[in-house]
Every structure is written in structure tokens, then in C-alpha cells.
């Protein structure tokens, strides 16, 4: 499926609207997106634009206020500043790594608790939707305890069965690696619940009939469920991306960044650049430039699963 | 048409019926009792350790330890947490229905009129492409203003309804895409026999599609609540001592005398109580799978 | 004539005098139970104003002990002054984002009247001009503030910027050397260290020694006795600490007229190389990620023979139900010399809505009589008068000490961010000790950053 309203030909919308029709449905559909612009302008289109300001002019916070007009001078600077590269690179790491890897379980997850007549169907749900609850601070500070070389209780269990405990946070090659699998833990959980809801409204025809001509489970799947179910993944995945690419919370409480530099990610650096080096120019120049990486991804990542899926 | 029970049985050859699980059923039930295994550890060690003293945490091998029920006392009797669970929860729920009222509506328009092509959804998916931090100073700008309403100042600060504004901000375009996913997968015939009918736009929206989408009403609804129950930036900014919410009181509990980790696991296990419904929501409205779907 | 003779016109005389005097005594009772009242016994008289009655200052605190202790003497305040007091008490991480938040939204109604600042947030906030010159005001202040009470150690820290004093210092953090004394006298131990160590256990009087101690003595149990417990996560915890090292070797971050850094010299160099072996091969497993809770529990459960940390980790060993070390450790001054001094104090910020109200608080709040009963109160006093105070001593033992870290102690050099330096120098620390560079490199690089601020 593709970007609504971008296709042509598309496969589910209404038939095109007589021109009667359309000059009677065109307030209807207006009036029905404009309370989402309403809001979205007042809360959001104001930091917005005041980010895209700022970012054009020299706002260092110990300066006073917003300086002068420096045109993409900000801009020049951030993208030439070391740390900004580690964490864009950081950041691109744990995105894919993250997305790939909870989709595929919650898809997973979600296929195999979709089975009609599974016992303690219930139960399993129950638990594999708790940590939506938990807090990414609490997950993080009870991650860092678990993950404790000494006093932990992941190494403790290790040590239990004879392997030898690692140093999870503490050295640059497996520090990633381990937020990682912390993120994992707490974030699959929702896209199990979008990618379930997702499952649960398929409709039933499509499936019934090609059982009907005898169709195996593996052809069924490959052939009407997963291509049905994109778009609800493509908004899953896209989702997960998008909160990927902006993770702080996580890493602040696990790592502060570190070892070293190893996991800082882009938000880390922007909060950084912002309130620890005053700068608010560059922070918001930053921003910026996330902004319009997310918005290129997004469009990339649309456009490559229309191709994928066109029936 | 056969009724949707039979087709099932017709679909899913999970268990023979001489009785007794297939292997595939078997295999399931491994997987995911493992992924629940992975998942309720973690937990399992938080409820233990917020019935414990202070350094419990660092002594993992210690089973035989005397419970103690402090922590709770602490949290709620000291330090008075339901005030900030109740407001996390009240202000979830608003901000949850707001962006469902709100964002269903548009969602609907998008995915059935393709309303203002690819540059309104992308810009409205755009608005959340900032991070947070970023928003932060100018969203604060914002918010101080104190307003004159009938010639009583109000102060937005500190204020429940601020940031149930401001997460629906956050959670409008998160709640709008999911629910246009959702509705292009429903065939449009369902509408088409409504218009035959006699049915208004808005009626054919809002007594046929929007029941027959529950699933993604709910999976968008979830999603905005448990965006905003775990919200902390804007929690801690704009409130203060009345409307804070629980993620901003737990981190108050990581003082400088070290982390308070027993009342950390005691605050999470009580973050956690709403799963119980939550998970009875779901399963009541999500997961009943076989009779939603249905045309004819 | 006898001189008690009620006939005696004398008697008279002295009956008259006996009264003057007694009547002069109650009288002079009476006005030092008044001055009590109002502030100090004896010297000058100390009031508070009332015309601010009515109003209610709000204040962004930290929530911990001494902030407790200031809370519950509030009534008091309020009594004198008829204003009401309202703390919002928030963790150190979060403070500064909050309030940076509120500085920067420029003049105008913000929300806080007077603030408790960090000392590396002081050249921050005096520079940018959000911060009231509160040295202004002392002298107006009817003696309530003197600056002469603290110690010129403790107002470069954390008062003057620029040579005008911004701020009214509140309290000291100091950082020294923890160490378990009973392991000091214990024969067993010290044999034990002899074996490995070839020589007598004894205080170590350089960084070098240092080193060398911790890491034999990391060898004597190992697992269940590390020789220092150590903090080595990105970000303050291991800047807090590692400043003990550079500044026992007699390094700094600048030279001395602060134009250039000196962070890579040979000094700075040998701190680093000497700090990551300690880490390495003297202190707990896991030391790279480790911050301060972890430091405090492993102090509290006797695993750390050593720590060079913070006192109140040393005060709060004393006071946790947990703690396995009551009365066992002790602290001295960082070997070489010379270790981090770290402090708090009051700020009037410019967007105050009640700044005179504010002022009054924070005469009273450090008035000489207020800071004792802090002080009393478990309080690290910034003042200088509870440490002449035996009673002080008596009660926490430790405080002796504290005169002699705040006076060879040091703070953050004058740079406007303070906090950018800690995040930069973090980072490359941080960047050593997980084998990512080697010492000169990381200083280096740091040194490359550390110009930027000048």
C-alpha cells in the first residue's frame, strides 16, 4: 500500500466521485481534517517554525537572546562536528537494528497468538503487553541493575549455569548491542498490539476462498495475509522508526551516551548542544536536519513498500 | 457462505481430532511461552526487589530475604503517589478519546478522499519528526502565557488540561496514521450500501465504518494512551507540584542518596496495575478476531 | 554603720543597686533573648522585614537532606516574616534543564523566586545575566549575610564570577578520599597486603601510591574486597572523580591565566594514564558504566576498601539502615594534596516575581543562628563558624575534616560553560577508560574542545 493519496489506481478507495458528488463531499472532507490542522498548528506549528528560526540565527543562551541572522551558518557547523557524526551513525545503527528486529518478533509474536482456539491465549497476551506500562525510566534503571557486572542478576544467572559474565554497559563493543536488546524488551509490545489489531480486522473472504481452492498455510500467507496486512506494518514500521530516531530517554538513564561516545544518538547530542552547550542555534539546526532525514526515510521507505505490494 | 466458525476449522488445521495438539500448536505454545518467560523475568525481579530494603537490588542470589511492604508505605503513604497515578491516568484517558475524536475524523477523510494528497499526510506525520527536546524551550514560550479569561488570570502551568493539549499534539499524528491503515483495508461496499440506503457522509462514517474498524480504534487508542502514561519531557517541564505525572515522580525518587530502587519497583508495579484492564480491553475488543470482518 | 543596715542610707544605696543591677541583667536577659529571637546572641541585632507578609515564594530544590532540614524550619520564617514558603523538590539531573527552560524564556513572570545553584551552573547563569548581583545587597542586609563568615575557598567556588559576588553560598559538597579505618588497623589485612605488596599498608601520600595500594589490594580477596570503588559513567560522575586524580598531581584544565588548555600536558596526561589503571586493575568490575549508586552501595556493603567520592556518601554510610560500614570508614584529604570541592548557594534569578521577598528569605536562611541549627542538623555547613563549634565535631565526626578538604579544595576553572567542559572532558574520560584511545589521545582531543570554550 502506498502513501494515502498517492496512488492512482488505488485497490480500496471508493470509486472516483461523480462531479455532483464532489461538489457535495469537498466541505465534508475538509470539515473532517480540519480540527486535526487546527490542533497540529497551535501546538506543534508554533515550535516548529520557532525551531526553524532559531536555527537561522545565532542563539547561544548565555549571550542573551536570539542573535544574528547567520543563514545555514549553523547548519555548516553541526554537520562538521564530530560527535554529530558518531551519533548519526549511532542512531542509524540502533534504528534499523531496532525496527527489523521488533517487527519481526511482534509479527511473529502476533501470528502465532492470532491462532483461533490457542489456550491461555489470555494469559500470554496479558504478559506480553506489560511493559507498555513500564515507563522507559523505570525500564532503564531496572535494565541497568539487571545488567550490573557485579551485583546484577543477568550475570549472577550466567555465572549459575558456568558462562562467564560480560561487562554489558560498560565496554564500547557490546554497550549498543545491549541497548539494543533493552529497547527491544520494552518496544515490541506495541507494535504487537498494532500489528494483532491489524490481523484481527483482515477480512475473512479473501482467505476462506483460497482455502476453498486449496491453498497451503505457507501460500495463504505469503499471498493474501502479508500483503493485506501492509499497510498496517508499513505504519507500524514507519512509527517505530520515527520514535527510533528520536530515543533519549532510554539512553540517558542506560548509558549517558557512552562508553565513550559508542551510544549516543542524535536526540542525546540535540539535548546536548542545547541545554548543556547553551547553543540553541545549532541544537535547533540539528533538528532540523533530523527532521529532513526522517521526512527522506519516510518517503523512501513508503515508496519501497508500494512497489512491494502492488496487487 | 459458510459462517465464519466453520471456515476457521476449514482454515487452521491446529489440532487433530483424535484430540491432542498438533506440532505446530505445540511449537507455538514453546515460542511463546518462552518470549512471555523473557518478558515477565524482568518483572518478576521488580516485584520482588519493591518488597525488599534499599540494597535487595544489588544482592540477586538473596531468595530468603524478609519482605517488607516499606517501599509501598513510602510511595504511597509519604510520598504520595496515587495523586500522580491518578493524574497520569486521568490525563492518558482524555488525551486518548481527544486524539481518537479527533484524528479518526481526519483519518477518515485521508484514507477515503485522499483529502489534501501525499503533503498533508506527510506534514502531518512531520510534525513529530522534531525530537522533543527540541520543542521543549518554545512549547514553555507557549505555555507561560498567562491568560485572561472573563478577567480572571489562568496560568497553563501546572495544569492537567495543558498537557492533555499538548500531548494530543503529539499523539494526532501517530492516531491518524494508524487509523488510515486501518480504514483503506475495509472495503468500500460496506459505504456504498449505506449511501444506497439513504445514509449521509457523516452517518455512513459514524455508525457504519467507525464500528467496523473497533480493532484499529482501539489499537490507535492503546497506543495514544501508553504514549502519554510514559511521556516525561513535557511532564516535567510544564507541571508542577499539582499536575505532576508518575513518570516525572519516579524520577524523583533517583536522589542523590543513590536511586531509592525499592521504591522505583514499587512505583513501577504500581504503573503496571493497568494492565490488567488494559489487556481486558484488548482481548475483549481486538482479539475476538472471527466476527469482525464479515460483509455479508 | 553596718552595710545591710535597713537604717543605713547605704543599705538603701546598695538595695537600689542590687535592683539596678538585677533589673540591668533582666533587661540585658531580655535583649538577648530578643536578639536570639531575631538572629544572633550578642554583637548585632538581626531583624526581618514584615512587609512582604502575605506573599508565597516558590523555589526549585533538590530534594535531599539539606533541603529537608531548611523545610522543616520554614514555620519559623514564616512566623517572623509572614511569608510563606513553597519548596518544589526535584533530582539534581532534572534541575538544570528545568531551569535553564524558565532563565531563558527571558524576563518576565517566571516561576521560581529564588534558586538553589550548583556550582557549575554559576558562571552560567551570572554570565548570561539571568542572576541578580545579590552581592549588592549584603550590606544593606543589617548583618544578617557577611561574606567574611565563609571561607575565600568557598566564595571562588561558588559565589564570584567575575569578581563580583552573584551568589550567597548555602552548602559544601567536598570530595576526598574515603577509606575504611578499621581495615587500616586490622593485622590480618595488613599482613595479607604485605604478602602481595611487598611492602607496609600505609596512607598513600601521592596519586601514585595511591594506585599502587588499590591495586594490590584489589588482589587480596578478589570479588568480595575491590581497592576503590569507582565511578567511571559518561557525564559527571566521572569528571567529578577524576578531578581528585588531576588535581592531586598538580594538573589543571587551563594554564594559569585560563587562555589556553593544559589538560594534555604531561600532568594531565599521567592523572589519565594513572586513572585508568586504577579502574582497570584496582576497582570493581563494571567501573566504566558505574555512577554513584553504584559507588554507595558497594561502599555501604563493605565491598570498597577505598573511594574517592563525595562525604555525604561517607554521612549517608552512617545514617542507612543497610549499611555494613557504620563507624568504619573514614576520609582524608586526596593523596598529592589537593581534590574537588564542590557547593551550592542562593540566586535571586532576574525574573523573580517576589525578588525583595526572596532577599529576606535568604537573610534569614543564612543568618548565623538559621546556619548553625543546619548545621546541627547534619547540614555541610559552608559557613565557617559551625566547624569551631564542638558540638558539631561531637555529632559528626567526619566534619573535622571538612575544613581541610574545602580549604585545598578546588572547583571548575572560571569558564562561562561549565557544563559543556564536564560533557566534553566527560566524553573523552569516558572514551579512555572503555579502551577506545589512549591517554594522551583522549586528552588531546579533549584539549581540541576544551579551547573552544574560551
Not at chain 3, 584544565?253 to 589538560?263: H, K, L, R
Not at chain 3, 553504584?294 to 561502599?299: M, S
Request: hydrophobic letters at 50%.
Amino acid at each position: 500500500m502506498s502513501i494515502p493519496g498517492t496512488e492512482s489506481q488505488p485497490n480500496t478507495a471508493v470509486n472516483p466521485p461523480s462531479r455532483r458528488a464532489t461538489r457535495v463531499l469537498f466541505p465534508f472532507r475538509i470539515k473532517m481534517v480540519l480540527p486535526t490542522i487546527f490542533a497540529l498548528l497551535l501546538i506543534v506549528g508554533y515550535p516548529l517554525v520557532y525551531s526553524l528560526w532559531i536555527s537561522l540565527h545565532d542563539y547561544d543562551l548565555t549571550e542573551g537572546g536570539i542573535g544574528d541572522f547567520v543563514g545555514l551558518f549553523n547548519f555548516g557547523k553541526v554537520i562538521r562536528l564530530d560527535p554529530f557524526h558518531t551519533a548519526a551513525k549511532n542512531t542509524a545503527v540502533l534504528t534499523v537494528s531496532v525496527v527489523v528486529i521488533e517487527l519481526a518478533f511482534a509479527l511473529g509474536l502476533a501470528l502465532l497468538l492470532n491462532q483461533p482456539g490457542l489456550r491461555f491465549k489470555n494469559v500470554y497476551l496479558a504478559i506480553l503487553l506489560i511493559p507498555l506500562l513500564v515507563s522507559p525510566v523505570a525500564v532503564g534503571l531496572i535494565w541497568r541493575l539487571l545488567l550490573h557486572p557485579d551485583l546484577g542478576a543477568i550475570n549472577w544467572a550466567l555465572n549459575g549455569i558456568g558462562l562467564p559474565g560480560q561487562e554489558w554497559l560498560g565496554q564500547q563493543s557490546t554497550a549498543m548491542p545491549t541497548v539494543i536488546g533493552v529497547d527491544a524488551w520494552h518496544e515490541t509490545s506495541l507494535l504487537l498490539v498494532i500489528i494483532l489489531a491489524g490481523l484481527t480486522s483482515l477480512p475473512k473472504d479473501p482467505i476462506e476462498a483460497a482455502t476453498v481452492d486449496g491453498a497451503n498455510r505457507w501460500q495463504i500467507f505469503s499471498t493474501i495475509t502479508l500483503p493485506l496486512l501492509a499497510p498496517v506494518m508499513l505504519v507500524a514500521m514507519l512509527i517505530r522508526m520515527i520514535a527510533a530516531m528520536k530515543t533519549y530517554d532510554l539512553i540517558y538513564i542506560l548509558t549517558s551516551g557512552g562508553p565513550g561516545s559508542s551510544t549516543e544518538t542524535i536526540s542525546f547530542r540535540i539535548w546536548k548542544l542545547g541545554f548543556t552547550a547553551l547553543d540553541m542555534g545549532k541544537a535547533g539546526a540539528a533538528s532540523i536536519l533530523l527532521l529532513l532525514v526522517i521526512l527522506a526515510m519516510t518517503m523512501i521507505l513508503t515508496r519501497v513498500m508500494k512497489i512491494d505490494f502492488e496487487s | 457462505m459458510q459462517p465464519t466458525a466453520s471456515a476457521t476449522h476449514v482454515v487452521n488445521k491446529t489440532s487433530s481430532k483424535r484430540g491432542g495438539p498438533s506440532l505446530g500448536r505445540i511449537a507455538t505454545h514453546l515460542i511463546l511461552s518462552f518470549a512471555s518467560l523473557i518478558i515477565l523475568l524482568p518483572v518478576l525481579w521488580t516485584m520482588r526487589t519493591s518488597f525488599g530494603s534499599p540494597d535487595l537490588a544489588y544482592r540477586p542470589g538473596d531468595f530468603w530475604f524478609s519482605p517488607t511492604a516499606d517501599n509501598y508505605r513510602k510511595i504511597f503513604g509519604e510520598l504520595k503517589f496515587q495523586n500522580y497515578l491518578w493524574n497520569s491516568l486521568w490525563i492518558a484517558v482524555a488525551t486518548a478519546v481527544a486524539s481518537l475524536a479527533i484524528g479518526s475524523l481526519a483519518s477518515y477523510s485521508i484514507a477515503r478522499f485522499r483529502t489534501g494528497g501525499t503533503p498533508l499526510s506527510l506534514a502531518i506525520l512531520g510534525t513529530q519528526m522534531l525530537p522533543p527536546v527540541t520543542l521543549v524551550i518554545p512549547l514553555y514560550l507557549l505555555v507561560r502565557q498567562r491568560l485572561d479569561v472573563l478577567g480572571i488570570e489562568i496560568s497553563l502551568l501546572d495544569k492537567g488540561w495543558t498537557l492533555v493539549v499538548v500531548y494530543l499534539s503529539f499523539n494526532l499524528p501517530f492516531v491518524v496514521w494508524i487509523l488510515i491503515g486501518f480504514f483503506q483495508s475495509i472495503p468500500p461496499e460496506i459505504e456504498e450500501a449505506a449511501k444506497v440506503d439513504g445514509a449521509s457522509p457523516f452517518q455512513s462514517f459514524w455508525q457504519i465504518v467507525l464500528p467496523v474498524s473497533l480493532p484499529g480504534l482501539l489499537a490507535a487508542g492503546v497506543f495514544a494512551f501508553v504514549l502519554s502514561w510514559n511521556e516525561f519531557l513535557f511532564a516535567l517541564i510544564l507541571t508542577g507540584r499539582e499536575s505532576r505525572t508518575m513518570p516525572v515522580a519516579l524520577s524523583s525518587l533517583m536522589t542523590s542518596q543513590g536511586n531509592q530502587v525499592g521504591a522505583i519497583c514499587a512505583a513501577t508495579v504500581a504503573m503496571m496495575l493497568p494492565i490488567v484492564v488494559l489487556t481486558w480491553v484488548i482481548q475483549r475488543f481486538l482479539v475476538r478476531g472471527l466476527t469482525f470482518g464479515a460483509v455479508k | 554603720m553596718k552595710a545591710n543596715d535597713p537604717s543605713n542610707g547605704l543599705f538603701d544605696y546598695y538595695m537600689n543597686r542590687r535592683r539596678l543591677i538585677q533589673s540591668a541583667g533582666a533587661a540585658g536577659l531580655a535583649l538577648a533573648a530578643a536578639n536570639r529571637l531575631s538572629g544572633i546572641a550578642g554583637a548585632q541585632e538581626i531583624t526581618f522585614s514584615r512587609e512582604f507578609e502575605g506573599t508565597t515564594l516558590n523555589a526549585l530544590m533538590e530534594d535531599l537532606l539539606e533541603t529537608t532540614l531548611i523545610e522543616q524550619m520554614l514555620p519559623d520564617f514564616e512566623a517572623l516574616t509572614g511569608i510563606k514558603v513553597q519548596f518544589e523538590k526535584v533530582v539534581y539531573p532534572v534541575m538544570h534543564d528545568k531551569l535553564v527552560t524558565q532563565l531563558a524564556a527571558g524576563e518576565g513572570s517566571g516561576t521560581y523566586d529564588f534558586l538553589e545553584v550548583d556550582f557549575y551552573w554559576v558562571y552560567e547563569f551570572a554570565r548570561a545575566g539571568w542572576v541578580e548581583e545579590l552581592g549588592l545587597r549584603v550590606p544593606d542586609s543589617g548583618g544578617a549575610i557577611d561574606l567574611t563568615r565563609y571561607t575565600d575557598a568557598v566564595l571562588a567556588i561558588n559565589s564570584l564570577v567575575d569578581g563580583k559576588n552573584f551568589f550567597i553560598p548555602m552548602y559544601v559538597y567536598p570530595m576526598g578520599l574515603l577509606y575504611r579505618k578499621d581495615l587500616m588497623e586490622d593485622q590480618a589485612f595488613k599482613d595479607s597486603y604485605k604478602t602481595i605488596a611487598g611492602i607496609d599498608l600505609a596512607m598513600p601520600t601521592t596519586v601514585e601510591e595511591y594506585v599502587a595500594v588499590v591495586k594490590a589490594i584489589n588482589q587480596i580477596n578478589p570479588g568480595e574486597m575491590y581497592g576503590a570503588a569507582m565511578q567511571g559513567m559518561q557525564g559527571d560522575p566521572i569528571v567529578m572523580e577524576f578531578c581528585n586524580y588531576l588535581f592531586g598531581v598538580g594538573g589543571s584544565f587551563y594554564n594559569a591565566d585560563v587562555t589556553a588548555p593544559s589538560i594534555n600536558d604531561e600532568l594531565g596526561v599521567k592523572a589519565l594514564t594513572l586513572y585508568v589503571d586504577a579502574m582497570a586493575n584496582g576497582a570493581q568490575p563494571g567501573a566504566a558504566n558505574a555512577d554513584l549508586n553504584d559507588t554507595g552501595a558497594l561502599w555501604r556493603q563493605g565491598k570498597a576498601f577505598s573511594s574517592a567520592s563525595y562525604l555525604f556518601v561517607l554521612a549517608d554510610a552512617e545514617n542507612m539502615e543497610d549499611s555494613q560500614v557504620k563507624g568504619k570508614g573514614a576520609v582524608t584529604t586526596m593523596p598529592g594534596g589537593s581534590g574537588l570541592t564542590g557547593a551550592w548557594s542562593w540566586g535571586v534569578p532576574k525574573s523573580s516575581p517576589n525578588p525583595d521577598a526572596a532577599w529576606e528569605f535568604i537573610k534569614w536562611v543564612e543568618s548565623p543562628d538559621v546556619a548553625m541549627k543546619r548545621a546541627l542538623g547534619g547540614s555541610v555547613a559552608a559557613q565557617k563558624a559551625p566547624y569551631d563549634n564542638p558540638e558539631y565535631i561531637a555529632k559528626y565526626p567526619w566534619m573535622a575534616q571538612v575544613k581541610d578538604l574545602v580549604a585545598t579544595g578546588q572547583g571548575l576553572p572560571a569558564v562561562t560553560k561549565q557544563a559543556q567542559l564536564v560533557e566534553i572532558t566527560g566524553r573523552h574520560l569516558s572514551d579512555a577508560v572503555s579502551g577506545g584511545k589512549a591517554p594522551q589521545d583522549a586528552m588531546d582531543a579533549a584539549a581540541e574542545e576544551l579551547k573552544e570554550l574560551l
